[in-house]
């Protein structure tokens, strides 16, 4: 287990993620420097991951490091904007093989090529705790076209991308939680879990459609309640609308988690939850066909506060106090 | 020990730092907006630490926000930059008591306020390790007068602001390792240990003067070893113009670790070094007079690639191989 030199460490792994981008100078000086494009706005955001809560320590590192790319490039795709650079905190536990770092490193840089994000800078540490990683996305949007989550207005339609509850499915799967299921649709579910979409394209077509936007990072039932709070608005979702996947649907069936619960309450899904006005569905059919992602009508906005989920014959469902929370429990 | 909620402690202790800023969208959207203004270009740097590591776990938690900010504010000093922004992920250890966070987030305000810094966004999440903190702080400067280190040429004066070493010495009195200190220069050495002063006026007014620039955060030797090697070019230094504080010259006196070496060698001054003519000096000398902040000529750029320190009489003093280094010992 050779011992690493963080200065080594810097220039040998992480300099040629930074090549190619004249701002990130190397990785050599303090700082980095970027220009924002005329009549453009920058949107940044930061996500930390730990290891042990927000992936699992035997976690291939190469999709360790893409995840948190993902994760935050879905953050900027909740924006409408198109990503322009990151920087990457590093915490490395002490005496890590550099081996391991060697794939995070490898995966961090072909996320940073997909997603053509330069890697502008950072710092690198040792931690006698888990390994822990904050990265900071930077991207830009045209100023006034950003998506926000506080433009909810009643009567709109509630729209969520792709499917719902992977994610949350996934993690089981990735804990050896889910013997009892199919291999196709255990491996369907660990990859969605594993390597979120960011909706990038979703995200920049939805500018002057959508009202209110924002992934859902920590449950569909949770962060609609984050959309309709910063709207002063209600919300009511009726289940059997939710889009799920075929192997989500085999979850269920096998019991997994609390089953559909699960889906509507579980984290990681990083698809795109946004309203728009009734007017807008033919246009959302038309860009559901160009991008190939399915989009789905899943509820309503409401006047009020209340964020209702209503089952199949208009019962409604009670929730668990939704989304994912860190603390309190 | 009441239980913390991430999304309440966000919007009670958080988010009051980021009110008056309306592209921080009140921490309640993804992603933060942030116009630059016209002619100047973003500067972005993140640093991270961890308790036990780049601080001790029962230092006090406002001093410990304080710290952060300000060692990212040294890095955009020494590019020359203007403050513009900060993002903080926080890690808190699981259980951590509410009034900890509380001092934690009173310091972080104190110096957000000082410091003209709005509160762009972050992330919050419990951690099973110690605390750990990554921030990135956003700062603007006119384009094409930024400071780098990459400058320096042959000929230059080498320059360092304020005291050097006092930052290395007080880590012995924060350890309890300096009980034979006089408890004046204890308290002097210990403050400079935990509250950094980020020479942002220095850093601006030195774009268009120096050569080559950099904050002394890894040990002055170490640090000077970055310049020369971005630079292509070595360097003199002359310990006995190093300039010394009464209090750094009593923890020699005193013994305390390997007493110049250590303030030579030893971290977190975030004082700038920067290089710029001899033809400079007069201007130098008056930015000092105007600053109120001592600038001291310590050496010179020469030819070549060694970093050469030299005792008072012109002999040679071997260093250990320089700056602080956080994985191989």
Same mark, same amino acid.
């Given at each position: 287990m050779p011992a690493l030199d963080e200065?080594?460490?810097?220039?040998?792994?992480?300099?040629?993620?930074?090549?190619?981008?004249?701002?990130?100078?190397?990785?050599?000086?303090d700082a980095a420097l970027v220009d924002c494009p005329p009549g453009r706005r920058?949107?940044?955001?930061?996500?930390?991951?730990?290891a042990g809560v927000h992936f699992l320590p035997d976690d291939p590192p190469d999709l360790i490091a893409r995840k948190l790319v993902r994760v935050n490039l879905s953050d900027l795709a909740a924006m409408g904007a198109e990503p322009a650079g990151a920087l990457l905190a590093a915490c490395f536990p002490r005496g890590v093989?550099?081996?391991?770092?060697?794939?995070?490193?490898?995966?961090?840089?072909?996320?940073?090529?997909?997603f053509r994000l330069p890697l502008l800078g950072g710092d690198t540490v040792a931690t006698p705790g888990p390994a822990t990683f904050a990265l900071t996305a930077l991207g830009t949007v045209e100023i006034g076209t950003e998506l926000r989550?506080? !433009? =909810?207005?009643?009567? @709109?339609?509630?729209?969520?991308?792709?499917?719902? *509850?992977?994610?949350?499915? %996934?993690?089981? #799967?990735?804990?050896?939680?889910?013997?009892?299921?199919?291999t196709p649709h255990a491996a369907e579910l660990l990859d969605r879990y594993r390597l979120p979409r960011p909706r990038l394209a979703l995200g920049r077509a939805l500018r002057g459609v959508a009202h209110a936007a924002m992934d859902v990072s920590d449950g569909l039932i949770g962060d609609l309640g984050h959309i309709c709070e910063t709207s002063g608005v209600g919300?009511?979702?009726?289940?059997?609308?939710?889009p799920l996947s075929d192997?989500?649907?085999?979850?269920?069936?096998?019991?997994?988690?609390?089953g559909l619960l699960t889906a509507l309450t579980g984290g990681d899904d990083y698809e795109l939850l946004f309203t728009a006005?009734?007017?807008?569905?033919?246009?959302? !059919? =038309?860009?559901?066909? @160009?991008?190939?992602?399915?989009?789905?009508?899943? *509820?309503?906005?409401?006047? %009020?506060?209340? #964020?209702?989920v209503e089952g199949p014959g208009g019962e409604r469902l009670d929730m668990p106090r939704g989304g994912y929370r860190h603390f309190g429990r």
């Open positions: 200065f080594e460490l810097i220039r040998r792994l992480f300099a040629p993620l930074a090549a190619g981008h004249p701002g990130a100078l190397g990785l050599a000086d920058l949107v940044l955001t930061t996500d930390a991951i730990v093989d550099a081996s391991w770092v060697e794939r995070f490193a490898a995966g961090l840089g072909a996320d940073l090529t997909e989550r506080s !433009g =909810a207005r009643a009567g @709109d339609r509630l729209w969520v991308s792709g499917t719902v *509850g992977d994610g949350a499915f %996934g993690l089981f #799967v990735a804990r050896g939680e889910a013997k009892e299921l199919a919300a009511i979702v009726e289940a059997a609308r939710v192997a989500a649907r085999a979850a269920i069936a096998a019991g997994l988690g609390q006005a009734p007017e807008s569905d033919a246009k959302l !059919g =038309a860009l559901s066909r @160009d991008l190939g992602l399915r989009l789905a009508p899943i *509820g309503g906005i409401i006047a %009020g506060a209340e #964020v209702r």
